[in-house]
Each structure stands twice: as structure tokens, then as C-alpha cells.
């Protein structure tokens, strides 16, 4: 009585009806729906090429920016060496200077 009740009942027409109809307008709707996937792809694959440019030219930045910064930092460093070479070489003059006037202050206090 289930299956009799079931056969005769309009859910299981509409749903053969349904998947006739599927069945029919399945190859026109993937004919027609092609192109636009077809078309977001390729929009996807442009948005991703774009993407991978922006981050590509990003990292050339950073990289460019950060060999620019230790080139700056090693200038620095050696302004820094030459600047404490001048500053020892200017201490060992002012010492030899030093001594060269004490030097002389004994001389003369010999010829007084």
C-alpha cells in the first residue's frame, strides 16, 4: 500500500519532472555557463598575477631598502673608525706636545 501510495503521489512526478528537465537543459546551461567560468578564471588568474607583481615588487623594496641601510650602517661604521683614528692620532700629538713643553719648561729652569 506504501509504494502504491507512494507511485501515485504528485512528489515523485514533480520529481521526475524536475530531473527531466534537468536532463534536457544540463548541456544548454553548460554551454551557456562555460564562458563566464571561462571568464572569471582568467579575471582570477589576472587578479592572482596581479597579486604576485605587488608582492614581487614589495619584496624589491624591502630588500633594496634594507641593502641600502646596512650599506649606510658600514659608511657609518667606518666615519666611525676613521673619526677614533683622528681622535688617537690628535691624543698622541697632544701627549708628544705635552712632553715637548715639559721638556723645554726643565730646560729652562736649568738656564735660570
Known amino acids: 500500500m506504501g509504494i502504491l501510495k507512494f507511485l501515485s503521489s504528485r512528489k515523485l512526478y514533480w520529481g521526475i519532472g524536475a530531473a527531466a528537465l534537468s536532463l534536457m537543459l544540463y548541456p544548454k546551461a553548460k554551454e ?5 567560468i571561462e571568464k572569471s578564471i582568467e579575471e582570477m588568474q589576472d587578479a592572482v598575477n596581479k597579486a604576485m607583481e605587488f608582492f614581487d615588487n614589495s619584496k624589491q623594496k624591502i630588500v633594496e631598502t634594507v641593502k641600502n641601510k646596512m ?7 667606518s666615519q ?5 683614528q683622528q681622535k688617537q692620532q690628535a691624543l698622541q700629538q697632544l701627549e708628544y706636545l705635552k712632553n715637548k713643553i715639559q721638556a723645554l719648561e726643565e730646560q729652562i729652569k736649568t738656564l735660570e
Request: net charge negative.
Open 32 to 36: 551557456n555557463m562555460k564562458p563566464s
Open 71 to 77: 650599506e649606510e650602517l658600514r659608511q657609518q661604521g
Open 80 to 84: 666611525k673608525e676613521e673619526m677614533m
